[in-house]
């Protein structure tokens, strides 16, 4: 593990917000991170693909963020600072290393496209089985629920709200002209970089507006998903619309969507219109 041990002692040193990582933290990206590196070698996953990553310039450095199947560490990539989505696969679940696989592959295949200022930038990813990785530029403002949440009970200003918006309406105004339904836009998924300019990300259940089908066994957020996803219906682009219009709401009001009820019930009450 020479990459990790030289990131260890080195972790983004000297810029700001840095942080060295602790032992347990350099455990954990050694535990996951046995599958992509080898001491000395360049590791391009299965095969040439052009979106293939030098895993030999990969530094993994501190966990930040956690979903269901993935764990996203922030790092560095040719000096560059990264965020670095590590999946994995269960060895007990055929059908979900299966699905989890194809997730991967869809999502690389539609951010390898992607080049818009309020969309992530994509720089490259690793397909080592069980484990795979998605590598994007690493926006240090975190997401806008984290940054909403710092700034209860207050509000934040009309002209800013109106800047946020405006980059979220941008950035899926350009994922809708090429034909993508993001899905599971939310709060948690955009992201603030430098001069508050806000992104979207995870890309992880996207998928091109002629190929999404019905929404049936769809994993999404209930407290932002569109009726009809509920009801697992065919869905178009308004799904992304009626997310939006929730954001929209999160930014006036700093609060979390139905915050006074369960997921559940939230996705109850709007199935339901009640």
């Excluded at 260890?8 to 933290?25: A, D, F, H, W, Y």
């Excluded at 508050?196 to 091109?208: H, N, Q, R, T, W």
């Excluded at 009626?242 to 006074?260: A, D, M, R």
Aim: aromatic share 10%; hydrophobic share 40%.
């Amino acid at each position: 593990m020479k990459n990790l041990h030289w990131f260890k002692k080195n972790s983004i040193k000297g810029k700001p917000g840095g942080r060295r990582i602790s032992l347990g933290e350099y455990k954990r990206a050694v535990s996951w991170s046995k599958y992509l590196v080898s001491p000395g070698a360049a590791i391009k996953g299965e095969g040439e693909e052009e979106w293939s990553a030098d895993m030999s310039q990969l530094f993994i450095g501190s966990k930040f963020a956690s979903g269901r199947h993935s764990r996203i560490y922030r790092g560095v990539y040719k000096q560059r600072d990264v965020a670095i989505k590590l999946i994995s696969q269960p060895e007990e679940d055929e059908d979900l290393a299966a699905f989890l696989e194809k997730q991967f592959t869809s999502e690389v295949s539609l951010l390898l496209h992607l080049h818009h200022p309020n969309i992530i930038t994509f720089i490259g990813a690793c397909k080592k089985p069980p484990v795979f990785c998605i590598i994007t530029e690493y926006l240090a403002g975190g997401s806008l629920r984290k940054y909403l949440h710092q700034r209860q009970p207050h509000s934040i200003p009309v002209q800013l709200v109106l800047k946020l918006a405006l980059d979220i309406a941008l950035g899926m105004q350009y994922l809708h002209s090429q034909g993508i339904l993001h899905r599971d836009l939310k709060s948690e998924n955009l992201l603030l970089g430098q001069d508050m300019c806000l992104k979207v990300a995870d890309f992880g259940i996207s998928c091109l507006e002629s190929q999404c089908g019905n929404a049936k066994g769809f994993i999404g957020t209930y407290r932002w998903m569109a009726p009809e996803m509920i009801k697992e219906k065919h869905h178009t682009k308004k799904v992304d619309v009626y997310s939006f219009g929730i954001v929209l709401w999160e930014l006036l009001t700093g609060l979390t969507p139905f915050h006074n009820m369960t997921p559940e019930q939230a996705a109850y009450a709007v199935s339901h219109k009640e």
